[in-house]
């Protein structure tokens, strides 16, 4: 039994495969292996003899078990070691410089501007950029014949000679989301939406389509104390400059009374644009508390609720913040543009993680 024992833990400890392991155990304790064929001969022993042999045998069977299968387990784990080395791959390696695509600015600081409005409880809206004339004006206190209209140097879709229906717009702002949004969600609400807008317009600060978000809050006791608070907290997080000032100028727009007009504190210094200090001022928004008229639109009683709005160009805050000069070139797609002027793809700006670095 001692020579048994020798030869088949010395051939387990050599087998190369399972396959290997499993004709070792077939030889030694399958069931005509030769330890089996062993424990037959027990039936010829005395009951003396077979007291002693017996319980051998058994150990002798079980020490063989345990081999193989701790064999085993070691084969299987050469194995998987193997093939994590063979596939191993380094997720951490950068991705190469040319493919490497970069966010556009209008991407990055509509990201940035939705960070810092979520943080106040602000949720993001959407609307088509194709609307009716009635959610473009109309619903904003805009009648037909009102001289806002003829302002807004509007996109019209085309409509057939035979259909009298006002035609429809390339929306020329951000606005009409406020009517489509307390449609649906009623008071009180806090939402922005960002999103592209069109006007007939083109020089270095116009262009046909350009970027807005529109804010609208509205609860029972909303006042423009709360607007001036979000609106300040909003561009010292932007700017990222504590303490920026702003500047409410009175102004008009039919969908708000009173509106105001926003400045930031800013100043020129050599020819270079610094916000945030000096005693200039931009003009970067306009906003007021919502009309009555424009709050019945869009379904809500200006008895019970009222709300401040405000629209903002994004693309104007970008130019500002990041020092781009020329708005035409946002939409040109010249890859040096982008390259120079892009946001690498996985920075995403976060309040506490930083905006942009
Ligand atoms: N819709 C205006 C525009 O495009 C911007 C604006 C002004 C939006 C005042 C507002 C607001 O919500 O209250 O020029």
Redesign the pocket.
Known sequence: MDDLKAKYLGRIADAADESALEAIRLAAIGKKGEVALKMRELGKMTPEERQIAGPAMNALKAEITSALAARKAALHDAALDERLRGEWLDVTLPARDRRQGTIHPVSQVTEEVTAIFAEMGFSVAEGPRIDTDWYNFDA?NIPAHHPARAE?DTFYMHRDADDDRPPNVLR????PV?IRSMEKTGAPTRIICPGG?YRADYDQTHTPMFH?V???AIDRDISMANLKWVLEEFFAAFFEVDGIKTRFRA?H?P??EP???VDIQCSWVDGQLRIGEGDDWMEV??????HPSVLRAGGIDPDEWQG??????IDRIAMLKYGIPDLRAFFDSDLRWLRHYGFASLDVPTLHGGLSR
Do not use: K, Y
């Not at 928004?285 to 919502?290: A, K």
């Not at 401040?308 to 160009?313: D, E, L, P, R, W």
């Open positions: 904003l807004m020329t702002h951000t606005s406020q807008v807005q529109e804010g609208l102004s727009f969908f708000t509106s105001a007009e928004l306009g906003s007021g508390m919502v401040f709005a405000f629209g903002m160009g």
